[in-house]
């Protein structure tokens, strides 16, 4: 308590309101899986649009896997996933790429980045690399060079003085570290490919006019003494030089990234090097910034001279050769790259999406999202492709109980298990027979829909739809209502149409049917778990549980070492009371009244002498969920003018 040691009037802040607890969010979803680009490591990102999706990991098109038999391309379930999740109603979605490099194809790190010039090619003073691998990283880059207005000027070295006397050179507009272009007397006669033409603005201390002004050099800032630099009165033009560079899309539907007004100078801090640098400043650089650039070279004017002196698009000539030609349009100031041998690597099996954590702590697969609490939805599109009759049967089962052990070890998320592509009703229940668990549902069959990059029809696992779905729903009406009899509406088809008698066999095993019923459209028609227990047999009661659980245990933090007495049970008990009543309120819980839908009790008859001892305070909370009407049954019959009701 405050101390008061001497008179006077002491104002002092009280709070007079219970604590409260704020309803988590249960609509956040993660997936996992291959992409065609994207980052491996690190925390998984957050996207909250399909734009964002194709801007990092690379939009739809197929994905093309090598092994030791060539396969044919796979169509990139992971993005249509990404698609149909915010086509659904999807709001934030997390993103863990799995990648996994064949045995002996040289450093992890390095593998299947594209790359310009090719490995032992010429030349070696520069390097255009992918930020990350994938065979979306071929793109092409474009450097488009730009030369700006004369900045030389003439002044007086005394401002004041308006009478004529001495002057000297400045340049109006120029930063240090810039690149320029100069010409002039002072210019090498061997015309305008000349070496000498291409400078780097230098700040300095001149002693002759005792003031900083600029100067030109093109040799290492690192060196004491300048090597020849050129002063501002040997030229007659000096034209900043800078660079625009073009990205071509990561995909058939992306759009091209540019960025403009680049320099050269490795220390500029607009400088080619620092933009697309391989340790960017912030997250949001590494992840939108898809380009390196990699120079030896240590000047400004050293890389400017390397880069001019390859061809453009537009003839044979080399860049350099246009660069001062006023009626030169851009194409003949462009210098124009295709990355090559950027690889989607080999299908990712078990390993990958187990994930580990390298020396930095950087940390992939389903580890990385141990960090996350606030996913309460998990997904892995496309993992059992295959799952039938192929050698990845095994692989993809292991998936689906990694996914299965990740959500039992999280407890508050649950796992949308994809049915395999093909499978026959006998296939999906044995499938079904070797799982049992309360934190995971399983839906049947694979959902049809239109393909904008191969402009066809492609059935795609049932995942993505469905944690859009639960999203929606989650939103929409909450949490506690089951999310089925929701339209899929995404879907043209499914790869199987189920009839009554289908969804009798494979509803009582759990088995999440999608439906199409005429005048009604496509609906996911199921909302149970994957579980042998009846107490956990729907989905939206495990959901909904773990929703509570959540909820309560992030709002009573401030718990935590008060004093174990009445007063502690009293504010926690009226503290989930109070919530626990705004549930019931809003129609989340069964019962008239409160005391049907709920009780909380923590008092002495929730704790031993020994809970007290060892410093535990034990809250009973138990609550009635409301369950699905999975059968709406009305019982009819003849009635008779004197029959009785």
Request: some cysteine; charged content about 25%; glycine content about 10%.
């Amino acid at each position: 308590m405050p101390e008061y040691l001497a008179p006077g009037v002491y104002v002092e802040e009280v709070s007079f309101r219970q604590k409260t607890i704020e309803g988590v969010s249960t609509s956040t979803t993660g997936f996992i899986g291959p992409t065609r680009f994207g980052p491996l490591l690190g925390e998984p990102e957050l996207i909250t649009s399909f734009t964002d999706f194709e801007r990092i990991y690379g939009g739809i098109d197929p994905l093309e896997f090598e092994g030791a038999v060539p396969e044919p391309p796979m169509d990139n379930y992971m993005a249509h996933a990404a698609r149909a999740f915010f086509e659904e109603g999807g709001k934030r979605l997390y993103i863990a790429r799995t990648f996994e490099v064949p045995e002996d194809r040289g450093d992890p790190l390095l593998y299947g980045r594209a790359r310009w010039p090719a490995v032992g090619a010429s030349p070696q003073q520069f390097l255009l690399r992918a930020r990350f691998p994938g065979r979306a990283g071929n793109f092409t880059v474009a450097l488009v060079f730009h030369l700006g207005e004369n900045i030389l000027r003439e002044e007086p070295v005394d401002p004041s003085d308006s009478s004529g006397g001495p002057t000297h050179h400045v340049l109006r507009g120029a930063q240090p570290l810039d690149t320029v272009w100069a010409d002039g007397p002072g210019s090498p006669p061997s015309g305008p490919a000349g070496a000498g033409e291409v400078y780097w603005v230098d700040y300095y201390f001149d002693d002759v006019i005792s003031r900083w002004t600029h100067r030109l050099r093109n040799d290492d800032p690192g060196h004491d003494t300048p090597v020849s630099p050129v002063a501002l009165d040997q030229v007659d033009n000096v034209r900043v030089l800078t660079v625009s560079v073009l990205v071509s899309p990561l995909g058939r539907f992306g759009f091209e990234q540019s960025w403009e007004g680049l320099t050269f100078h490795p220390e500029h801090r607009q400088s080619l090097s620092r933009v697309f640098d391989a340790q960017p400043p912030n997250a949001s650089a590494y992840l939108r910034v898809p380009l390196q650039f990699e120079t030896t070279l240590t000047h400004g004017a050293a890389v400017a001279e390397a880069l001019l002196g390859q061809p453009n698009i537009f003839d044979a000539s080399l860049v350099i050769d246009n660069l001062v030609d006023g009626d030169a349009g851009d194409a003949s100031r462009t210098f124009r790259v295709r990355l090559e041998d950027g690889l989607d690597g080999e299908r990712p099996g078990p390993g990958a999406y187990q994930g580990g954590e390298d020396a930095n702590g950087d940390k992939s697969g389903l580890l990385s999202f141990e960090d996350l609490e606030e996913i309460s939805i998990l997904a892995a599109p496309g993992s059992t492709f295959g799952l039938e009759g192929t050698d990845f049967s095994d692989d993809a089962q292991t998936i689906t109980r990694l996914l299965i052990a990740h959500c039992e070890r999280m407890r508050y998320r649950v796992a949308v298990l994809d049915s395999g592509d093909g499978q026959t009703l006998s296939n999906v229940r044995n499938f079904r027979a070797g799982i049992d668990t309360t934190r995971a549902a399983l839906y049947y069959p694979w959902v049809r829909v239109f393909d904008p990059f191969r402009e066809r029809e492609i059935h795609l696992p049932p995942s993505g739809f469905v944690s859009g779905i639960y999203a929606r729903n989650d939103v929409d009406r909450g949490v506690h209502k089951a999310p089925a009899n929701e339209v899929i509406r995404l879907a043209t088809g499914f790869e199987l149409l189920l009839n009554k008698g289908q969804q009798d066999v494979l509803n009582p095993e759990g088995v999440n049917c999608l439906r199409w019923f005429e005048g009604r459209g496509f609906r996911v028609w199921g909302a149970r778990t994957a579980s042998s227990d009846p107490e956990w047999k729907y989905l939206n009661v495990r959901r909904y549980f773990a929703y509570v659980e959540r909820s309560i245990e992030k709002g009573t933090q401030w718990a935590v070492f008060e004093p174990n007495g009445p007063e502690l049970w009293s504010n926690v008990r009226s503290t989930v009371e109070d919530f626990l009543f705004n549930e019931f309120s809003n129609g989340r819980l069964l019962g008239t009244k409160p005391e049907e839908a709920f009780f909380v009790r923590c008092d002495r008859t929730t704790m031993t002498q020994n809970d007290l001892d060892n410093g535990r305070m034990v809250c009973l909370v138990g609550i009635a969920p409301l369950r699905p009407a999975e059968f709406v049954i009305f019982r009819i019959g003849q009635k008779t003018a004197d029959a009785r009701a």
